[in-house]
């Protein structure tokens, strides 16, 4: 039998591995593998229920720092900005999934999306949430023959996007937070039921 801390060394650390080779696999394999890297928020959250927060911090330096060094800014701002909140969150909506755990997990998305824009922004050169104004533009240009069928131009379509910018980004942080949490149930029960076995 392994000693209780023993074995939060060797679980976060065979955690850690598990996610940076998701993370690795996904540039190995461009298009689809890109979105292994959404399944480290249930990894996070296995390693909250069963070695505490203060694991789990040193756990998110540890990957911030790895993919960081390895995966360059812009990938360390995502990490830092959606899954590393992500998996903070997580764990109270699998342990108790009540009205005040879901308002928490809405804040914590929607400020994280401002910050995770903002950043990504500004690598990028662009102030502010101008990232949003980038991405309706390129929006249009693929789906630009269906907003004509409706009779919607691009300078209309582009002024609302602009006007309403603070609202798209508080919204799509809570659809990116909700999709991680459906995205990694399984992954957070099935994990917890394998290690619980193997203690």
Not at 105 to 125: D, P, Q
């Amino acid at each position: 039998m392994l000693s209780k801390k023993t074995r939060s060394v060797t679980e976060t650390g065979l955690l850690l591995a598990l996610s940076l080779i998701l993370y690795f696999l996904g540039f190995l394999f461009p298009g689809v593998g890109i979105y292994l890297r959404y399944l480290i928020p249930g990894l996070m959250a296995i390693i909250a229920v069963r070695h505490g927060y203060v694991t789990l911090v040193l756990y998110s330096i540890a990957l911030a720092f790895c993919v960081g060094l390895f995966l360059g800014l812009e990938e360390l701002i995502f990490a830092l900005f959606m899954l590393i909140p992500a998996g903070f969150v997580l764990p109270l909506l699998y342990e108790d999934y009540s009205l005040k755990n879901k308002l928490i997990a809405a804040s914590v998305f929607a400020v994280s999306s401002f910050f995770l824009i903002s950043l990504l922004g500004l690598v990028m050169g662009v102030k502010g949430l101008g990232l949003v104004d980038k991405a309706a533009i390129m929006h249009y240009q693929i789906y630009g023959s269906f907003y004509n069928k409706m009779g919607v131009e691009e300078e209309l379509f582009l002024a609302t996007v602009s006007k309403l910018t603070w609202l798209i980004v508080i919204l799509a942080g809570m659809l990116y937070g909700y999709m991680l949490y459906l995205i990694n149930k399984v992954i957070y029960h099935r994990g917890l039921k394998v290690l619980e076995k193997n203690t």
